[in-house]
């Protein structure tokens, strides 16, 4: 059905339908992203006009990556009712073609936009992620108001006698640079023997680098230094690892960020998470596209059932929270990262056939 020419019509409405659905939800994310880029950054120095829009436009692949399992469902419905509407899909029935020989097209059109994410929105959005992170960061240092990060690096290291924590209010380079450093020097009996306060640490080969530190140790005057050298043992490779964000990794390098994960003994549920939930997209937009199907195929010479309509967009959405609860299971150890992407997805395709199954086959 897929190669005839009926089947390349309908190929063509899906994938046209789909070209401008991405436009518009893109043209949207950008225009509310950059309102609220522009009034959360406004004030800091550096700031410009034109490096909003870049940051923005860097943003949102990565916010559409998300939007499309929703969006997916829509363009399903809307080829469908259109289709349905201008009778077309009442010749087709006519000729003798079955259900699932016309919705082949719209299947392998939603798969194709699963694959176009995996290998071209989610590294643009991976890059764009990163960059506009460490822009934004820049923007902030040089007004020096530093945003606290959503997750805070506290690490430990023990480098010869010496026992220190180290930890910062954000960081870029991958972790190898915190900002607004505080470290904490234990003794044997785990007592804090110094303090030191600094604008920034830079992870070097064999130390840490602060910079503009101030010393504070137990009944001492605090002491300003313009750089201290710490010494660790720690790898740049390890603190990359374990700070590691996985929306800031692109598909192609999740594989490699796991194994160097592992090796270091470092936990990779998320990223393997991750890395499951990309690559069970393409069959997520399939599972959307069917439950599409269930509620648009019936004929109405006026309008589509509203109560059908509504519930295949509620089936949509409680298909994609749970995909994202689910998938916030799996990424924090609970559920095996494997199961908590697969489960969910599976089952909503096998429900969306079967129900497609008894609608037009009894």
Known sequence: M???????????RYIITAFWFLLGVSAIIF??????????LSGLTGYTVYGALAMTAMRVPQILQQVIPTLSLFIGMTVLIALNRRYELVVTRAAGISVWQFVTPFVVGAFLIGLFTIFV????????QRESISLE?????????????????????????????IGGKSYRDSGTELLDVVVFHF?????????QDAKSAKLEDGYWLLKDVVENRPGEISTRKDTVQLRTNLRREYISESLAQPETIAFFDLSRK???GKSFGISTKALETQFHSLLSLPILLVAMTLIAATVSLKFSRFAQSRSMILGGIVSGFVLYVVTVLVKAFGGSGAIPPFVAVWIPVTVATALGATILLHQEDG
């Open 258 to 260: 796991i194994e160097i």
């Open 137 to 165: 960061t820049t923007w902030r240092q040089a007004s020096n108001r530093a945003k606290a990060s959503n997750f805070v690096p506290w690490i430990r290291q023990i480098s010869g006698n010496e026992d220190t924590i």
């Open 2 to 12: 897929i190669f005839s020419t009926l089947g390349r019509y309908f190929f063509k």
């Open 31 to 40: 225009l509310a992203d950059f309102s609220e880029t522009s009034r959360r």
């Open 121 to 128: 929105i989610n590294p643009l959005g991976a890059w764009g």
């Open 187 to 195: 003794d044997k009996d785990d007592r804090v023997t110094l303090r």
